[in-house]
Structure formats: structure tokens, C-alpha cells
């Protein structure tokens, strides 16, 4: 139990060796030991690692940060899966050269014909992209609502 709540509900000893609590203060000391939380998508990583490859001892960098929403996907594959998928593809076609994100989609090993389907997306977005120039935000826009 959290010492805030222990206190809160009236407890004025100390649990453990019973000694009367004259005072509290936070521990930075513990803070600066204790990692920080983790971004959701690398929990989402993780919490996929766990399921799929029990056991091993895996680092995930920040280069997933981008592709870990289509990692999800591509692993939890459901029926709405394909059009979430064309979703993250808008965000990778904005941030990524258009070989990072061919390679992502070919590297993941989708079903052929999802993989088919998410390349030709890409092919579209890439055209889309070239004559909106600067103004991508428009894809973002008319691709994911």
C-alpha cells in the first residue's frame, strides 16, 4: 500500500517497525533511482514481445517510435486492421523517405495480400505527397477522416 494512503487512513506508525511517524519527505534519492516511465508505444512493443516471444531479452530503440502503431498492427492483424494501417501509413509517408517506409511494410511480412494492398497505399500517398509539396497536413486530413 502507498504510504500517502496508509498515512491517510490513519496510520501512524511506521508498518514495519512500528515506530510512532513524526514526519515524512519525499526521497529523491529513490526518484533519481527509479527509471522513468515508459512512451506507450514502447510498452505497446513490449507488451507484445512478452506475448509472442516469452522470455527474451529484448531492447527497443527509439528508431521503433514511428512504425511501433504498424508493429501493433501487423502483430494483433484484426478486421478494421487495414484501414488503421492506411492511417499510420499518412504519418510514416510525412516523416519517412519513401524507402524507410517500403522497407517497414516489406520487413513486417504482412499477409501478400494486405502487404499488396498497404504498398499500393504507400504508391498513392508518395504521389500525393510530391504534389502537395509542403502541405501534407492535407493528407493527414483526407486520409484519415
Not at 11 to 37: A, Q
Not at 68 to 79: G, H, K, N, S, Y
Not at 111 to 129: F, N, R, W, Y
Request: some cysteine; overall charge neutral; aromatic content about 8%.
Amino acid at each position: 500500500m502507498c504510504f500517502d494512503q496508509y498515512v491517510s487512513r490513519g496510520g501512524e506508525t511506521c508498518p514495519i517497525c512500528r515506530t510512532e511517524i513524526t514526519s515524512t519527505s519525499v526521497n529523491y534519492d529513490l526518484r533519481s533511482m527509479c527509471k522513468p516511465p515508459e512512451s506507450s508505444w514502447k510498452r505497446d512493443l513490449t507488451r507484445l514481445a512478452g506475448k509472442w516471444m516469452p522470455g527474451k531479452d529484448i531492447m527497443i530503440s527509439e528508431r521503433f517510435a514511428l512504425v511501433a502503431p504498424l508493429i501493433v498492427l501487423r502483430c494483433e492483424w484484426t478486421v478494421g486492421s487495414l484501414k488503421k494501417a492506411r492511417r499510420v501509413l499518412v504519418d510514416l509517408i510525412r516523416e519517412l523517405s519513401l524507402r524507410d517506409v517500403l522497407h517497414w511494410v516489406t520487413v513486417l511480412n504482412f499477409d501478400p495480400g494486405i502487404e499488396a494492398q498497404l504498398l499500393e497505399h504507400v504508391s498513392t500517398l508518395m504521389h500525393h505527397k510530391q504534389f502537395l509539396k509542403e502541405d501534407t497536413w492535407l493528407l493527414e486530413l483526407t486520409h484519415t477522416v
